[in-house]
């Protein structure tokens, strides 16, 4: 094996030989660079303002139209998706489903005698719109570790789920439940999980939700419409578990 390092520098750098691969960098990548890869959407993975003039640039079709539906820019990528293979200077570059947000993906660099995995952001547990992400077959594995501590154990999918429309029942029997969560991930979730109810749609999830097609609910401006505004003074408040 040829001489390998990966480590953080505002993003994840792996070395291998003369190769060199950024994912998700948050400042502008050190030159030279094969390619550039973004594994996601939100803002902690991925900084536009960095990414001009960046090739050859990798992402999902969902990932760039997110970023062009959020932040307003347009950048130059190379569309990857689930079951990609791409060769870059003689290195295979594979894709997977992450299952973390829509258009999430891990990546698989392959050397040749050496295959190194980046998990990105990922959830093994298939959700109302994302099927789980599967094991990857590598010789490093290179993973993201929010709820890494064996202390976070969440409760299934299909129980948060029941939970969620129980709480909505509830609160739409006589009033508005107003549910928080990010407008990239949770947003599209508990769009998806509430599409039947009559849903108002913050507009920072609505303008990531129209470029997904997840055309359901209406704008939320402010305020709920007026037959239903006597009762926002006191509308129930809930917080969707990360
Ligand atoms: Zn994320």
New binding site residues.
């Given amino acids: 094996m040829g001489r390998f390092r990966a480590y953080y520098d505002d993003g994840i750098v792996v070395e291998y030989e003369n190769s060199r691969f950024v994912i998700d960098p948050l400042k502008k990548p050190v030159t030279p660079f094969n390619a550039v890869l973004i594994?996601?959407?939100?803002r902690?993975?991925v900084n536009p303002r960095v990414l001009y003039n960046v090739s050859p640039l990798i992402m999902s079709d969902e990932t760039a139209r997110i970023i062009r539906a959020r932040d307003g820019d347009y950048l130059r990528h190379i569309t990857v998706g689930p079951g990609s293979r791409l060769v870059i200077d003689n290195v295979l570059v594979e894709s997977f489903n992450a299952g973390?947000?829509v258009g999430?993906l891990s990546y698989v660099l392959d050397f040749g005698d050496l295959r190194v995995g980046i998990t990105?952001?990922f959830n093994v547990e298939p959700s109302i719109l994302l099927s789980g992400a599967k094991g990857l077959d590598v010789d490093v594995l290179i993973m993201?570790a929010?709820y890494g501590d064996p202390d976070y154990v969440f409760p299934s999918r299909r129980e948060v789920y029941e939970e969620l429309r129980a709480i909505v029942d509830d609160g739409t029997r006589d009033g508005v439940t107003v549910l928080m969560g990010q407008p990239?991930?949770r947003g599209q979730e508990l769009t998806a999980l509430l599409k039947d109810y009559q849903l108002y749609v913050e507009p920072s999830i609505k303008v990531i939700n129209n470029v997904l097609g997840l055309r359901y609910g209406s704008v939320a401006s402010g305020l709920p419409p007026p037959w239903l505004r006597h009762h926002y003074g006191n509308p129930q408040r809930h917080h969707a578990p990360h």
């Fill in positions: 594994t996601h959407g939100h902690d993975h973390h947000v999430s990105g952001d993201e929010t990239l991930g």
